[in-house]
Protein backbone atom coordinates (compact mmCIF):
# COMPACT_ATOMS: atom_id res chain seq x y z
CA UNK A 1 0.00 0.00 0.00
CA UNK A 2 0.92 3.34 -1.04
CA UNK A 3 2.04 5.74 2.24
CA UNK A 4 -1.31 7.64 2.94
CA UNK A 5 -0.79 11.15 4.60
CA UNK A 6 -1.40 10.59 8.25
CA UNK A 7 -3.74 11.98 9.94
CA UNK A 8 -3.57 14.53 12.88
CA UNK A 9 -4.01 12.95 16.39
CA UNK A 10 -7.58 14.62 16.93
CA UNK A 11 -8.81 13.66 13.13
CA UNK A 12 -7.91 9.84 13.87
CA UNK A 13 -9.75 10.02 17.16
CA UNK A 14 -12.77 11.04 14.93
CA UNK A 15 -11.57 8.99 11.76
CA UNK A 16 -11.44 5.94 14.67
CA UNK A 17 -14.31 6.44 17.14
CA UNK A 18 -16.79 7.15 14.35
CA UNK A 19 -16.00 6.62 11.31
CA UNK A 20 -14.93 2.77 11.94
CA UNK A 21 -11.22 3.20 10.58
CA UNK A 22 -8.65 0.98 11.46
CA UNK A 23 -5.18 1.41 10.24
CA UNK A 24 -4.39 -2.23 10.68
CA UNK A 25 -7.12 -3.09 8.36
CA UNK A 26 -6.81 -0.30 5.62
CA UNK A 27 -4.71 -2.69 3.10
CA UNK A 28 -7.29 -5.41 3.24
CA UNK A 29 -10.51 -2.36 2.85
CA UNK A 30 -8.41 -1.34 -0.29
CA UNK A 31 -7.50 -4.36 -1.76
CA UNK A 32 -11.37 -5.47 -1.32
CA UNK A 33 -12.42 -2.78 -3.46
CA UNK A 34 -9.77 -2.95 -6.57
CA UNK A 35 -11.00 -6.42 -6.53
CA UNK A 36 -14.92 -5.66 -6.53
CA UNK A 37 -13.60 -2.83 -9.42
CA UNK A 38 -11.61 -5.69 -11.05
CA UNK A 39 -15.07 -7.00 -11.87
CA UNK A 40 -17.16 -3.98 -13.66
CA UNK A 41 -16.15 -4.17 -17.04
CA UNK A 42 -18.80 -1.05 -16.83
CA UNK A 43 -16.74 1.31 -14.65
CA UNK A 44 -13.49 2.89 -14.94
CA UNK A 45 -12.48 4.33 -11.77
CA UNK A 46 -9.40 6.02 -10.33
CA UNK A 47 -7.90 3.69 -7.89
CA UNK A 48 -4.80 5.60 -5.92
CA UNK A 49 -4.84 4.67 -1.97
CA UNK A 50 -5.60 8.21 -1.02
CA UNK A 51 -8.90 8.69 -3.43
CA UNK A 52 -10.28 5.24 -2.18
CA UNK A 53 -9.81 5.86 1.33
CA UNK A 54 -11.67 9.15 1.20
CA UNK A 55 -14.33 7.25 0.03
CA UNK A 56 -14.21 4.47 2.08
CA UNK A 57 -14.29 6.92 5.35
CA UNK A 58 -17.45 8.71 4.06
CA UNK A 59 -19.07 5.68 3.56
CA UNK A 60 -17.46 5.05 7.48
CA UNK A 61 -16.06 2.04 6.12
CA UNK A 62 -19.00 0.05 5.09
CA UNK A 63 -17.43 -1.68 2.06
CA UNK A 64 -21.05 -2.00 0.65
CA UNK A 65 -21.84 1.98 0.75
CA UNK A 66 -18.03 2.59 -0.42
CA UNK A 67 -19.12 0.43 -3.48
CA UNK A 68 -22.32 2.29 -4.03
CA UNK A 69 -20.83 5.43 -3.78
CA UNK A 70 -18.11 4.62 -6.11
CA UNK A 71 -20.60 3.38 -8.49
CA UNK A 72 -23.08 6.50 -8.48
CA UNK A 73 -20.00 8.99 -8.09
CA UNK A 74 -19.01 7.63 -11.58
CA UNK A 75 -22.91 7.36 -13.01
CA UNK A 76 -23.92 10.31 -12.06
CA UNK A 77 -20.90 12.08 -13.57
CA UNK A 78 -21.39 10.38 -16.94
CA UNK A 79 -24.80 11.52 -17.07
CA UNK A 80 -24.13 15.06 -16.40
CA UNK A 81 -21.75 16.17 -19.47
CA UNK A 82 -22.97 19.65 -19.15
CA UNK A 83 -21.43 19.52 -16.00
CA UNK A 84 -18.57 17.17 -15.51
CA UNK A 85 -18.03 16.87 -19.58
CA UNK A 86 -15.60 19.36 -19.66
CA UNK A 87 -13.88 20.47 -16.40
CA UNK A 88 -10.58 22.08 -17.52
CA UNK A 89 -8.60 24.98 -15.78
CA UNK A 90 -8.84 27.11 -18.20
CA UNK A 91 -9.17 30.91 -18.33
CA UNK A 92 -12.99 30.98 -17.50
CA UNK A 93 -12.19 28.72 -14.39
CA UNK A 94 -8.89 30.81 -12.90
CA UNK A 95 -11.52 34.02 -13.99
CA UNK A 96 -14.56 32.29 -11.85
CA UNK A 97 -11.89 31.58 -9.05
CA UNK A 98 -10.69 35.00 -8.83
CA UNK A 99 -13.92 36.44 -7.96
CA UNK A 100 -14.16 34.97 -4.59
CA UNK A 101 -17.65 33.99 -5.53
CA UNK A 102 -16.54 30.16 -3.87
CA UNK A 103 -13.96 29.47 -0.94
CA UNK A 104 -12.70 26.87 1.07
CA UNK A 105 -11.00 28.63 4.41
CA UNK A 106 -7.82 27.77 5.83
CA UNK A 107 -9.08 26.88 9.08
CA UNK A 108 -11.81 24.24 9.64
CA UNK A 109 -14.21 24.76 12.82
CA UNK A 110 -11.99 23.38 15.07
CA UNK A 111 -8.91 20.75 15.99
CA UNK A 112 -11.35 17.91 14.48
CA UNK A 113 -13.66 19.88 13.13
CA UNK A 114 -15.45 19.94 9.38
CA UNK A 115 -14.30 21.93 6.69
CA UNK A 116 -16.20 25.59 6.01
CA UNK A 117 -16.89 26.54 2.71
CA UNK A 118 -18.38 30.07 1.79
CA UNK A 119 -20.24 31.64 -1.30
CA UNK A 120 -21.31 35.22 -1.61
CA UNK A 121 -22.79 36.23 -5.04
CA UNK A 122 -21.88 39.71 -4.15
CA UNK A 123 -19.04 39.49 -6.93
CA UNK A 124 -20.66 37.04 -9.19
CA UNK A 125 -21.60 38.11 -12.42
CA UNK A 126 -24.25 36.82 -14.11
CA UNK A 127 -23.77 38.60 -17.42
CA UNK A 128 -19.98 36.84 -17.50
CA UNK A 129 -21.20 33.72 -15.32
CA UNK A 130 -23.90 31.11 -15.39
CA UNK A 131 -24.55 28.82 -11.80
CA UNK A 132 -23.46 25.56 -14.45
CA UNK A 133 -19.79 27.42 -14.10
CA UNK A 134 -19.89 27.86 -10.44
CA UNK A 135 -21.85 24.42 -9.21
CA UNK A 136 -18.81 22.84 -12.51
CA UNK A 137 -15.93 25.03 -10.26
CA UNK A 138 -17.38 23.50 -6.78
CA UNK A 139 -17.34 20.27 -8.15
CA UNK A 140 -13.52 21.02 -8.92
CA UNK A 141 -12.51 22.30 -5.66
CA UNK A 142 -14.33 19.22 -4.17
CA UNK A 143 -12.72 16.37 -6.13
CA UNK A 144 -9.65 18.23 -5.22
CA UNK A 145 -10.35 17.56 -1.56
CA UNK A 146 -10.82 14.08 -1.88
CA UNK A 147 -6.95 13.88 -2.39
CA UNK A 148 -5.99 16.71 -0.04
CA UNK A 149 -8.29 17.53 2.57
CA UNK A 150 -8.53 15.35 5.63
CA UNK A 151 -10.97 17.73 7.64
CA UNK A 152 -13.70 17.36 4.32
CA UNK A 153 -12.96 13.94 4.33
CA UNK A 154 -12.70 12.64 8.41
CA UNK A 155 -15.17 15.50 9.58
CA UNK A 156 -17.66 16.79 6.67
CA UNK A 157 -17.81 20.24 5.74
CA UNK A 158 -20.38 23.15 5.85
CA UNK A 159 -21.31 25.50 3.65
CA UNK A 160 -21.97 29.51 4.20
CA UNK A 161 -24.10 30.91 1.31
CA UNK A 162 -24.44 34.66 1.68
CA UNK A 163 -27.32 36.16 -0.51
CA UNK A 164 -27.17 39.57 0.42
CA UNK A 165 -26.10 40.90 -2.76
CA UNK A 166 -27.94 38.37 -4.54
CA UNK A 167 -29.82 39.99 -7.71
CA UNK A 168 -32.28 39.34 -10.12
CA UNK A 169 -30.60 38.67 -13.25
CA UNK A 170 -28.81 35.68 -11.43
CA UNK A 171 -32.36 34.75 -10.13
CA UNK A 172 -33.84 34.88 -13.36
CA UNK A 173 -31.62 31.72 -14.75
CA UNK A 174 -31.83 29.33 -11.64
CA UNK A 175 -31.89 26.07 -12.79
CA UNK A 176 -33.97 23.98 -10.31
CA UNK A 177 -33.27 20.51 -12.40
CA UNK A 178 -29.78 21.07 -11.99
CA UNK A 179 -30.31 22.19 -8.31
CA UNK A 180 -31.76 18.75 -8.00
CA UNK A 181 -29.28 16.88 -9.35
CA UNK A 182 -26.44 18.79 -7.56
CA UNK A 183 -28.09 17.53 -4.30
CA UNK A 184 -28.88 13.96 -5.83
CA UNK A 185 -24.82 13.96 -6.87
CA UNK A 186 -24.13 15.43 -2.77
CA UNK A 187 -26.00 12.62 -1.37
CA UNK A 188 -25.23 9.69 -3.30
CA UNK A 189 -22.11 10.11 -4.88
CA UNK A 190 -19.70 12.60 -3.09
CA UNK A 191 -17.78 10.90 -0.27
CA UNK A 192 -17.31 13.74 1.57
CA UNK A 193 -20.42 14.42 3.76
CA UNK A 194 -22.42 17.49 4.10
CA UNK A 195 -22.90 18.50 7.77
CA UNK A 196 -24.98 21.91 7.28
CA UNK A 197 -25.86 24.48 4.75
CA UNK A 198 -26.60 27.85 5.98
CA UNK A 199 -28.04 30.87 4.59
CA UNK A 200 -27.57 34.31 5.90
CA UNK A 201 -28.61 37.44 4.98
CA UNK A 202 -31.78 36.23 3.15
CA UNK A 203 -34.20 38.54 2.12
CA UNK A 204 -37.75 37.94 2.07
CA UNK A 205 -37.98 37.29 -1.71
CA UNK A 206 -35.23 34.75 -1.48
CA UNK A 207 -36.65 32.96 1.53
CA UNK A 208 -39.46 31.53 -1.41
CA UNK A 209 -36.88 30.14 -3.85
CA UNK A 210 -35.05 28.26 -0.57
CA UNK A 211 -37.89 26.74 0.03
CA UNK A 212 -38.28 25.08 -3.49
CA UNK A 213 -34.87 24.63 -3.92
CA UNK A 214 -35.23 22.95 -0.57
CA UNK A 215 -38.08 20.78 -2.18
CA UNK A 216 -35.83 19.51 -4.46
CA UNK A 217 -33.25 17.84 -2.41
CA UNK A 218 -32.88 14.40 -0.60
CA UNK A 219 -34.12 14.30 2.66
CA UNK A 220 -31.74 13.98 4.56
CA UNK A 221 -30.63 17.24 3.06
CA UNK A 222 -33.37 19.11 3.63
CA UNK A 223 -33.14 18.54 7.47
CA UNK A 224 -29.46 20.19 7.24
CA UNK A 225 -31.03 23.49 5.76
CA UNK A 226 -30.75 26.83 8.13
CA UNK A 227 -31.60 30.23 7.37
CA UNK A 228 -30.24 33.33 9.35
CA UNK A 229 -31.55 36.84 9.14
CA UNK A 230 -27.71 38.37 9.73
CA UNK A 231 -24.32 37.80 10.39
CA UNK A 232 -25.23 37.62 14.42
CA UNK A 233 -27.46 34.92 14.04
CA UNK A 234 -25.10 32.81 11.98
CA UNK A 235 -22.56 33.49 14.90
CA UNK A 236 -24.44 32.14 17.29
CA UNK A 237 -23.91 28.84 15.68
CA UNK A 238 -21.02 29.17 14.25
CA UNK A 239 -17.94 31.45 15.73
CA UNK A 240 -17.13 34.40 14.03
CA UNK A 241 -13.08 33.95 14.18
CA UNK A 242 -14.29 30.60 12.12
CA UNK A 243 -15.11 33.39 9.58
CA UNK A 244 -12.95 35.00 7.21
CA UNK A 245 -11.57 38.57 7.73
CA UNK A 246 -14.32 40.27 5.89
CA UNK A 247 -16.90 38.68 7.61
CA UNK A 248 -14.76 40.01 10.72
CA UNK A 249 -13.14 36.78 11.41
CA UNK A 250 -9.65 35.59 11.43
CA UNK A 251 -9.76 32.49 8.89
CA UNK A 252 -7.85 34.66 6.48
CA UNK A 253 -8.18 36.96 3.60
CA UNK A 254 -10.84 35.89 0.71
CA UNK A 255 -8.24 37.53 -1.50
CA UNK A 256 -5.57 35.54 -0.21
CA UNK A 257 -7.57 32.29 -0.13
CA UNK A 258 -8.32 32.52 -3.52
CA UNK A 259 -4.84 33.25 -4.97
CA UNK A 260 -3.97 29.95 -3.26
CA UNK A 261 -6.92 28.40 -4.59
CA UNK A 262 -5.76 29.46 -8.27
CA UNK A 263 -2.31 27.61 -7.33
CA UNK A 264 -4.12 24.57 -6.57
CA UNK A 265 -6.55 24.60 -9.96
CA UNK A 266 -3.10 25.06 -11.95
CA UNK A 267 -1.51 21.84 -10.20
CA UNK A 268 -4.65 19.85 -11.52
CA UNK A 269 -4.32 21.36 -14.86
CA UNK A 270 -3.24 17.67 -15.92
CA UNK A 271 -5.21 16.03 -13.77
CA UNK A 272 -8.87 17.00 -14.82
CA UNK A 273 -7.47 16.88 -18.78
CA UNK A 274 -7.29 13.32 -17.68
CA UNK A 275 -10.79 12.86 -16.24
CA UNK A 276 -12.73 11.98 -18.86
CA UNK A 277 -10.84 8.57 -19.84
CA UNK A 278 -12.71 7.66 -16.16
CA UNK A 279 -16.60 6.85 -15.86
CA UNK A 280 -19.05 4.53 -16.79
CA UNK A 281 -20.07 2.91 -20.23
CA UNK A 282 -23.65 1.56 -20.08
CA UNK A 283 -23.08 -0.61 -23.05
CA UNK A 284 -20.99 -2.86 -20.36
CA UNK A 285 -23.45 -2.94 -17.74
CA UNK A 286 -25.23 -5.96 -17.33
CA UNK A 287 -28.16 -5.37 -20.09
CA UNK A 288 -30.55 -6.04 -16.97
CA UNK A 289 -29.19 -3.15 -14.47
CA UNK A 290 -28.67 -0.40 -17.16
CA UNK A 291 -29.31 3.11 -15.80
CA UNK A 292 -30.15 6.61 -17.46
CA UNK A 293 -31.16 10.11 -16.38
CA UNK A 294 -34.46 9.18 -15.64
CA UNK A 295 -33.69 6.13 -13.38
CA UNK A 296 -31.17 7.84 -11.23
CA UNK A 297 -32.87 11.21 -10.85
CA UNK A 298 -36.56 10.25 -11.24
CA UNK A 299 -39.22 12.69 -12.42
CA UNK A 300 -40.28 13.40 -9.57
CA UNK A 301 -37.46 13.36 -7.18
CA UNK A 302 -37.48 9.91 -6.92
CA UNK A 303 -33.83 7.63 -7.04
CA UNK A 304 -33.57 4.59 -7.83
CA UNK A 305 -31.15 2.24 -6.14
CA UNK A 306 -28.01 0.92 -7.99
CA UNK A 307 -27.54 -2.28 -7.95
CA UNK A 308 -24.16 -3.30 -7.07
CA UNK A 309 -22.81 -6.76 -7.11
Request: proline share 4%.
Amino acid sequence: MAELRPLTAELRHIAETELNEVRERLPADLDALREWLAKQPHLRARQDDQFLVGFLRGCKFSLEKTKSKLEHFYTIKTLMPELFGNRVVDANTLALCRTGTYVRLPNAWGAAGPRIQITNYENFDPKVFKLVDLFRYQTMLSEMSIWEDDHANVSGYIEIIDMAKLSLSFVAQLDFNLIKRMGVFAEKAQPTRIKGIHFINCPKEAVALLNLAKGLMPSKLQQRFYVYKNLEQLNKVIPREYLPDEYGGSNGRVADIQAQAERQLLGYSDYFKEDSQYGVNEQLRNEGKRVNADSIFGTEGSFRKLDID
